[in-house]
């Protein structure tokens, strides 16, 4: 009951967080970052994939709403969350579905950055596509992508500390 | 038989995930412009309040620039004015005639929301139905055209700026009568590419390019932007220019909403045409 509701607060604290702040962050014209994502990586790795599914579909269509882009981050959350049990057998191993919550303190600085990163390409590079709609500016894709991933990836590092930081 | 419930579990995920990825291509689909415009009426009216809040925090921070901006815009209308011009002609005689009809009414507004570094850019504005707001109204800046109202809902209107890439603008030169259609290649939000403009017309880096009469929203001669470079296209001749905006997209405060009132007679009068 007390991790829906702290679930519930992350929810509405990293859509605010996008919608107000991160959405008026431009740096180059091209880095936009996406820090909501990371609330896909959060959630508990032995939830039920349905359950993710429509979790992630209601994040990003909520994030579609304020940023009138239709269902185009609804579209990129929902590959995310449907590919993420692969990305978690794929870098935590086999035992995967034993850890509670994916951080940086259960996987280690390396192996948690590397899951995020591989999550944030995919999820950046589909979104980034599916609003060019062809393959024509393949090439700005993939600049689009690498830059605001980058930017993304260095916002989840930033949040990992502070909610992890070491207790001294 | 387990292997079969767990073939039928594994299959439902890929059922709901592709079932969601159908929903959100919908949405970012749809083509009726009805459904269209109720849900993003929705959106805008309840999106619009919760950035209303936001900005009335922006606001209060940006009132420098803003108060710059007017005080700019006050002096050009003054300049503009009747009473700056010394007159060469000496008028014998005023006339109060009822020749003229008002065709163009201006309602100022305030922008809410905008993107400028999309591919699909959109401007929403703290004007809605309830101030005669309606779909296809032209959008203008103090300096240039901004775009089109998209969607209207009571109190808010979205609105497709000339940096999207569906949004289509006819203009022309400011010299000489060559027209072509602006769009937007989605690159940078300070320029656009005008096509199809003929091979016979002659073209100088720094022309002024203004809208055209051909966009039955925009009043004729708007500002839109001046020539940056232009390339011959080799199959047909035309030419493709660039254009650089006049408005900066990555700093709209206010902008004015002009309704063409005899938008509806000329549609009507043209619409007989294809009969």
Do not use: C
């Amino acid at each position: 009951m007390i991790g829906i509701i702290t679930y519930s607060a992350q929810f509405i604290l990293l859509v605010v967080f996008q919608v107000l702040i991160l959405n008026n962050v431009e740096l180059v014209g091209y880095m936009n970052p996406y820090l909501y994502l990371i609330f896909i990586l959060i959630l508990p790795a032995s939830m039920n994939r349905i359950l993710l599914l429509i979790i992630a579909f209601v994040l990003g269509f909520t994030i579609d709403i304020f940023e009138n882009s239709g269902g185009l981050h609804a579209s990129a959350t929902v590959l995310l969350a449907f590919i993420r049990p692969y990305l978690f057998a794929l870098i935590a191993g086999p035992s995967s579905t034993e850890l509670e919550r994916m951080n940086i303190r259960t996987l280690g600085v390396g192996r948690f950055m590397l899951l995020a990163a591989i999550a944030v390409f995919i999820h950046h590079f589909w979104l980034f596509l599916v609003e060019a709609f062809s393959f024509r500016n393949l090439l700005q894709v993939i600049i689009r992508t690498f830059l605001s991933g980058l930017f993304t990836l260095f916002l989840i590092y930033l949040a990992q500390l502070l909610v992890y930081r070491k207790q001294t | 038989m387990r292997k079969l419930i767990s073939f039928l579990v594994r299959y439902f995920t890929v059922i709901t995930f592709l079932l969601l990825q159908a929903v959100a291509f919908v949405f970012i689909f749809k083509a009726q412009p009805y459904q269209r415009s109720t849900i993003y009426s929705l959106n805008a009216e309840w999106s619009g309040k919760a950035l209303k809040a936001y900005n009335s925090v922006e606001d209060y921070l940006n009132l420098a620039r803003i108060n710059k901006n007017l005080a700019a815009e006050n002096a050009a209308l003054r300049a503009a004015n009747k009473d700056a011009y010394f007159s060469l002609v000496v008028v014998k005689s005023e006339v109060v005639d009822t020749l003229y009809s008002r065709q163009y009414t201006y309602t100022e507004a305030r922008v809410i929301n905008y993107s400028y570094q999309k591919q699909n850019n959109y401007i929403t504005l703290n004007r809605g139905l309830a101030h005669g707001v309606k779909p296809g109204q032209a959008v203008v800046a103090n300096n240039g055209v901004v775009g089109v109202i998209k969607d209207v809902s009571k109190h808010y209107s979205t609105v497709i700026p000339i940096i999207h890439s569906k949004s289509l603008v006819s203009v022309k030169f400011k010299n000489n009568s060559f027209f072509g259609p602006l769009s937007w290649n989605g690159k940078t939000h300070r320029q656009a590419q005008m096509r199809d403009v003929p091979r016979e017309a002659p073209i100088v880096i720094g022309d002024t390019i203004v809208s055209s009469t051909r966009s039955k929203a925009f009043p004729p001669g708007l500002n839109v932007g001046t020539v940056e470079s232009f390339v011959q296209n080799t199959e047909d001749l035309s030419y493709e220019i660039t254009v650089d905006l006049a408005v900066d997209f990555a700093a709209l405060d206010f902008v004015y909403i002009i309704e063409n009132q005899l938008k509806i007679e000329l549609e009507n009068l043209e619409a007989k045409l294809e009969e």
